[in-house]
């Protein structure tokens, strides 16, 4: 029995449980609809007019009963197991994942972890890792330290773990990616250092409890590692492999790619330099390149001195409420900022360009907007 039909939370779920049902077509369905009850309620006709909505879709619809009842008893093992579940559009939903095509419209967690932190920092490798590569991930981490970034990884054998457990010795929040559900911890040898995760971060994934491992999920959820990291740095990586795979996702989401050079006669290095000489990452030699690629330096400092909001005299007064909102959160994503204000994507593409052109905001890759402060 349907104990909360007219739950949002429910109906996102239950949306998520269709049989391949892509994540492009579940954001186009929300951001059409207005909401997954919406879709669930919407009349056929309208519903057959947005694009990629066809009839296997909408057969599956009409199961409405059978979705939203295994969506109840995911919510409820889920707050048994004190995972917290992340769905598209909403405010606990991570903002770096919402502008990408193929980000995960649900997402579960479990931990004491920021899924919006900040400042965050990738690094991955080789699950074979070298005494070079485990020195290099630490020394990474202990120079970074200072910035305090959350450190993204997936808990697998190798770098990945040991950017883990640096982040914990320096008490730096960290998440680790799964492609298992979040009671499947893989290697299970990391149960441990998942354990001590929880205290300051934790685990995150797009599986719910009881899906089956497969090997293709952990290629799949690199995705999310490239999508959450501010900054990506391969420390070791083979010709092939996971860590370039994350490494390719990460430049194609115009992320900021670093990796680390070695020894041209290791096995372990051929990944690595062959992104340096590919141009798709920048070398890393320090810490420097990836505080000055993302201006931590600058944010620092502006962050230090009281944040005005500027005179909205001028604007008129859709255009100062969309200031209102970039200015409270700092940085927006647009589809949020549409979500948010309930415009569509035409208008305030309109209203954005005005605003940047009278210099209150600058756009940034992956259609994110700042506030300026002017001094």
Request: hydrophobic share 35%; with cysteine; aromatic share 8%.
């Amino acid at each position: 029995m349907i104990k909360q039909p007219n739950n949002e939370l429910l109906y996102k779920v239950g949306l998520g449980l269709i049989p391949k049902l892509g994540p492009n077509i579940y954001k186009k369905i929300i951001r059409n609809c207005g909401s997954a009850e919406a879709f669930f309620n919407m009349p056929r006709g309208k519903l057959e007019r947005i694009q990629g909505v066809g009839p296997k879709l909408l057969a599956y619809r009409n199961q409405k009963a059978k979705y939203l009842s295994e969506a109840e008893a995911l919510i409820d093992t889920a707050v048994q197991h004190k995972i917290q579940i992340h769905c598209f559009m909403e405010e606990n939903y991570p903002t770096r994942l919402k502008s990408l095509p193929d980000g995960p419209p649900v997402l579960y967690s479990k931990g004491e972890l920021t899924l919006n932190p900040k400042r965050t920092i990738g690094i991955v490798g080789t699950r074979k890792a070298t005494d070079y590569g485990k020195n290099i991930t630490q020394q990474i981490i202990e120079e970074l330290s200072r910035f305090q970034p959350t450190i993204i990884s997936g808990l697998a054998y190798g770098i990945d773990v040991e950017a883990h457990r640096a982040a914990i010795s320096r008490e730096l929040p960290t998440i680790g990616v799964l492609g298992s559900d979040l009671n499947t911890i893989y290697p299970s040898t990391h149960k441990k250092t998942a354990e001590q995760m929880m205290e300051n971060g934790g685990l995150l994934s797009e599986y719910k409890l009881g899906t089956e491992m497969n090997p293709g999920n952990f290629p799949q959820r690199n995705r999310i590692i490239a999508g959450m990291s501010d900054a990506l740095v391969v420390v070791e990586a083979a010709k092939k492999g996971g860590a370039l795979i994350t490494a390719e996702i990460a430049y194609s989401y115009n992320r900021e790619v670093f990796a680390v050079p070695g020894n041209l006669q290791s096995k372990f290095s051929e990944g690595c330099n062959d992104l340096i000489r590919n141009m798709k990452a920048g070398i890393y030699m320090n810490s420097r390149e990836i505080v000055d690629s993302l201006s931590w330096d600058m944010d620092a400092t502006q962050s230090s001195t009281k944040q005005v909001l500027p005179d909205l005299s001028l604007l008129d007064p859709l255009e100062a409420k969309i200031m209102e909102r970039i200015f409270d959160k700092k940085e927006v994503e647009v589809n949020w900022l549409s979500h948010d204000l309930k415009l569509p994507i035409s208008t305030l593409a309109v209203k954005l360009l005005n605003l940047e052109f009278l210099g209150f905001i600058k756009a940034y890759p992956g259609k994110k907007y700042q506030w300026l402060q002017k001094n």
